[in-house]
């Protein structure tokens, strides 16, 4: 799952042009180009070794749990505190933007359909301006325009991104099926339906899931589920055994070979018992 940052930039002047799978990569910063690298590196794979791979590569994408530093989660919620809302340079940079469940309905259908080694554009037919995005967020919440200010642009800001999906659109029948207004829509409910995980998260509270402690617990969670798995094959093993032989050896011997697996079993069921409280 790539990006159509890898593809660089589009100029404003120019609403004609758009990336199609053939484009080359011409990344315009360090953080569009190690993507870039990551694309290169698994179609490198794919040509020296015949891994299955597919590349998708995406529009800007918008939606639930959208994290908070990105351009819409970030000017919903200063809105809903009265905050400025920063906008870089004039806000003409062009996005296309494309509704997060659509972008799933891609990914899986070049999942189950896709051709192994292809790319896959990903494109949403939503082409705004920053500004424009962020009107129709103010618009939504009725807020006034003057929230609005205006910031230094950010260095090597990639002036529009425009994606031709055709491909997946002829090969594999997927369509974007949400509008932007609509989307729109649905994005500012959810974040007004869910503004305490928004606080959560801009508090920083989300890292605490990943201390230690809490890492710790992750892997005494797993190997709990590990050793119920290796139990439940052991206590299926020797039903099955028991069975078998049933027919086979006097009943003495049948009962000294259940009470040893019961024995071997007890000894499991005390480890896994043991793994739990301390994962507790």
């Not at 891609?106 to 962020?134: F, K, P």
């Not at 829509?185 to 508090?203: F, G, P």
């Amino acid at each position: 799952v790539s990006t159509d940052e890898v593809y660089g930039d589009l100029p404003l002047d120019r609403p004609d042009l758009f990336f199609t799978e053939e484009t080359p990569i011409h990344t315009s910063s360090p953080y569009s180009a190690s993507k870039a690298s990551a694309d290169l590196l698994v179609m490198a794979y794919y040509r020296t070794y015949k891994l299955p791979v597919t590349i998708s590569r995406c529009s800007n994408n918008y939606g639930p749990y959208h994290f908070p530093e990105k351009l819409i989660p970030l000017m919903i919620t200063n809105i809903l505190y009265d905050k400025k809302l920063p906008v870089y340079g004039k806000g003409e940079n062009v996005r296309d933007w494309l509704y997060v469940k659509d972008h799933c309905k891609a990914i899986d259908m070049i999942l189950q359909s896709g051709r192994i080694g292809e790319v896959y554009n990903i494109g949403g037919h939503n082409e705004r301006t920053n500004l424009e995005v962020v009107k129709t967020i103010l618009g939504h919440l009725q807020k006034p325009e003057t929230l609005i200010t205006y910031v230094k642009d950010r260095a090597g800001h990639d002036l529009r991104y425009a994606i031709d999906p055709t491909k997946i659109s002829t090969q594999l029948g997927w369509e974007p099926e949400t509008a932007f207004e609509d989307g729109m829509k649905l994005t500012v409910e959810w974040y007004l339906a869910n503004q305490k995980w928004m606080d959560d998260i801009k508090s920083g509270k989300y890292a605490e899931y990943f201390t230690p402690q809490a890492v710790s617990n992750i892997i005494a969670q797993f190997v709990k589920l590990l050793l119920g798995l290796i139990l439940s094959l052991i206590l299926n093993k020797t039903i099955m055994q028991l069975e078998f032989n049933f027919n086979q050896k006097d009943l003495q011997t049948n009962a000294t070979e259940f009470f040893s697996n019961m024995y071997g079993i007890l000894i499991w069921m005390q480890i896994l018992t043991q793994s739990s409280a301390r994962t507790n």
